[in-house]
């Protein structure tokens, strides 16, 4: 938004946009994994959902005037979130743009994602820190089995 309405400038953006490069490397390092997603509707779904809204009184609450206003600056957006895929994206953060005008495929994909991460993470349960036989022993000889 800041870029898009002029409160900021190429120069600034740049700056801005290599101080996050530079905290996801250092969250990297430091053995944080980073998966990002970008949920991109098409500009006719979200009219289409902006209109539900305004049809439904439960959903009122989640009406905004600004929601409409800044639809005309979708192609403003679009360039600003272009550049943050193109500045901000690496191997060790990347972005997943993700078709979304369908919640259960946009589900469906980023299920896939995550699951194929932790997957590749060879996660393990931690090896015990005491001799869980001694345990065993020490304080479970009356234990019932099924408690």
Same mark, same amino acid.
């Given at each position: 938004? &800041?870029?898009? $309405?002029?409160l ?6 740049? #700056? ?7 905290? =996801? $490397?250092?969250?990297? =390092?430091?053995? &944080?994994h ?7 509707i098409?500009?006719? +779904?979200?009219?289409? #959902? ?7 009184? +439960?959903? %009122? %609450? ?10 005309? !600056? %979708?192609s403003? !957006? ?8 193109? @500045? ?6 990347? %972005? ?5 005008n $369908?919640?259960w !495929? ?5 299920? #896939?994602?995550?699951?194929? @991460?932790l997957?590749a993470?060879?996660l393990?349960?931690?090896?015990? &820190?005491?001799?869980i036989?001694?345990?065993?022993g020490? !304080?479970?000889? &009356? ?5």
């Amino acid at each position: 938004m &800041t870029r898009v $309405h002029g409160l900021i400038d190429g120069k600034e953006c740049r #700056r801005r946009l290599r101080a996050i490069e530079q905290f =996801e $490397h250092h969250l990297s =390092e430091g053995g &944080t994994h980073i998966l990002k997603f970008f949920l991109h509707i098409s500009r006719e +779904e979200q009219l289409r #959902r902006f209109r539900k809204r305004l049809d439904d009184p +439960e959903r %009122w %609450w989640k009406v905004s005037e600004a929601d409409f206003k800044e639809r005309a !600056y %979708w192609s403003d !957006y679009q360039h600003a979130f272009e550049d943050v895929f193109r @500045h901000c994206s690496s191997r060790e953060a990347p %972005w997943f743009i993700v078709p979304a005008n $369908h919640k259960w !495929y946009r589900n469906l994909v980023v299920s #896939r994602i995550v699951v194929e @991460h932790l997957g590749a993470m060879n996660l393990k349960l931690p090896a015990p &820190t005491v001799d869980i036989e001694e345990i065993r022993g020490k !304080y479970c000889r &009356t234990c019932d089995p099924g408690e």
